[in-house]
C-alpha cells in the first residue's frame, strides 16, 4: 500500500469533485476506458470526491460530458505539481544544483587517513612516506594508484610484512602488518655466570650450559653466584674452561613495605563549573574561535573532535574541536578510620606491585595494619616464585 | 399442455445444472481458479471493514451506505455505514468501511 501511495505521489494526482445524478455510470465508464479511479467517496446524493490520475483527468471530459455529471478540481498533489511550482524559482534550483555539485566536488578528495596495525613504526612515519608519494588529505581521490603506494611504502620500511592501502569514500585506509622481530642472539663467545639479581629461597634450578652452584633449598642472597660459567672438567687434570651460562634459577621472593596510615586525603572537587572553547577545522587549518581568555585557576580538559560526515567513509574537510574545560579545587578531608586504612592499603599495595617484575608469578599476598609508638601502619608482603638469575661476564666488571 | 412445458424446463434446468456440476468437478481435479472457469465473482472480506470483490461485471448503485454490484450471479448488495470505493479498476472493486451485510439478489 506505502509503495503504491509512493507511486500515485511521484505520478501525480487530481482530487476532484463530480457532481450529477449517473455518478455510478461515471464509474462504470471511467473504468471501461482503462481510468483509473480510487479512495471514492460519496458525500451526499448528487456528489463524490475521488482521486484520478494526471492523465486521466485529462481523458475524463468526454466521459463527463456524457453523463452530464461538472467536474471540480479540489486539490493537486503529487511530485509533478511540486516541480511545476518550483520551476519559476530560478534560485532555488541553482541553489540544488550547487548542492550536488559542492558535495560531489568536496568528496572527490582524500580528507582523511586512517592508519591502523602499527605497532612499532609511529603512525607519522607512515604518513610521511605516503606524503612523499604525493599522497596527503587534500589530493584528488581519482587517479590514486594503491599498488604504487603498496610497493613504495614497502621499499621504504623495511619493518613491513605486508600493507594494504584502499580508498574508500573520502579516506584512505592503510592497514600494515609489522614483521616479527628477529629474537636476540646468545653472545656464546662470550663467557658469563650467573648471579642472583635478589635474595631469595631457591626453588628450582635449570642449568642448560654451565655449573649449577645452589640447589633447590637453599637460600641465596643478591649478587650471589647461581650458575658458574667456569667449569671444571671432570677429568684428573682437573682442566677449567669458561662458557657463556645459560639457565634459570627459580626462586621465592619476597616484597614487603610499610606505610602509615593518612588521615586527611587530598581530593579534587568539581565546581560544576564549566567553559567551553571551540576550534574550527577547515582543511586542515585550525581556527580557535575567540572567547574570554580568563580561565580558572585549577580544570581539568576533555577534547572533543567531531567532523562533518556522510555514514563511515564520506567525510568532509570540517570539522569543530571541543574543549571542554571543568573546575575543580583541592579539597582536604579527614577519613575515617575504616576509609583511611583501606585507602591507605589500597596505595601501598599498588606501589609493593611496581617493584615486581611482570614475569613473576605471585603465589601469597599478606596484608595487615600493626602498631608501633601510636602510629598505626598499612603493612603488605607479596610472594612471588620467580627466575632471579642475571647474567654478568666473566673477568668484566 | 402445460405440464409438458414445465417438465421440458425442469429438464433445461437438470442439463444446465449438470454442466455445472462437471465444470465444477473439472476444476476441483485440475486444480483451476474456480472464479475464472467458472465465471463467477470472488469476494475476499478481511474482518468487516474490507471487501474486494474481483471479477465484477459494473457498479449499479453507489453511496455511503449501500453498493450494488453486477455480477454473473446477480446482483451483489453490501450494506453499512461509511462505505468508500478505494481502488476500482476493470477486475476489482475494494470497499472500506464498516460492513454489515452481504447479499445477493437474483
Known sequence: MLLLRLWNFLRGYVIIIVE????????????????????IKRKSNSTMTLKISIKGFKAIRPIARKTSCRVRIKGKRGLPFLLNRY??????????????????????????????????????????????????????KYG????????????????????????????????????????????????????????????KVIAKAGQEKVKEGDTVTRGQLLISGTVVADNQEKTTGLVHAIGEVYARTWYEDRQPVISTIQEKEFTGKTKKDFTLVLFERKFKLPLRRNRFELYETTTRRENLRIGEYFVFPFGIIIENHSEYRMVTRRLSDEEAREITMTELYEK???????????VDVKKDFIEENGVVYARVSIECIEDIGMKREIGGN | MGVGKRRK???????????????????????????????????TLIGMSNLIIENYKGIIEYDSSRVRLNTSLGILKITGNGLVIKEITSEDVMVDGDIRSLEFQK
Not at chain 1, 450529477?20 to 479512495?39: A, M, P, S, T, V
Not at chain 1, 578528495?109 to 602499527?118: K, T, Y
Not at chain 1, 585506509?173 to 635474595?199: H, W
Not at chain 2, 454442466?19 to 474456480?34: D, I, W
Open chain 1, 87 to 140: 520551476r519559476k524559482r530560478k534560485a532555488f534550483a541553482v541553489g540544488a544544483f550547487l548542492f550536488v555539485a559542492l558535495v560531489y566536488l568536496l568528496t572527490s578528495f582524500v580528507w582523511v587517513i586512517e592508519v591502523s596495525g602499527n605497532e612499532r613504526i609511529k603512525k607519522e612515519e607512515i604518513l610521511n612516506s605516503l606524503r612523499e608519494m604525493g599522497i596527503k588529505p587534500g589530493v584528488l
Open chain 2, 9 to 43: 424446463k425442469r429438464d433445461k434446468n437438470n442439463t444446465e445444472g449438470a454442466r455445472r456440476g462437471l465444470r465444477e468437478k473439472m476444476t476441483e481435479v485440475l486444480e483451476l481458479p474456480k472464479e475464472i472457469v467458472l465465471n463467477v465473482p470472488r469476494l
Open chain 1, 144 to 203: 590514486i594508484d594503491t599498488d604504487y603506494l603498496v610497493n613504495g611504502l614497502m621499499l621504504k620500511n623495511s619493518d613491513l610484512a605486508w600493507v594494504g592501502v584502499e580508498v574508500r569514500g573520502t579516506k584512505v585506509k592503510v592497514e600494515v602488518e609489522e614483521r616479527i622481530l628477529r629474537p636476540e642472539m646468545v653472545p656464546l663467545e662470550i663467557p658469563c655466570d650467573i648471579i642472583a639479581e635478589r635474595d631469595g629461597f631457591v626453588t
Open chain 1, 20 to 39: 450529477g445524478y449517473f455518478l455510478e455510470k461515471f464509474i462504470n465508464i471511467c473504468i471501461r476506458r482503462q481510468i483509473f479511479l480510487w479512495d
Open chain 1, 352 to 362: 609493593v606491585l611496581l617493584d615486581i617484575d611482570e614475569d613473576a608469578e605471585i
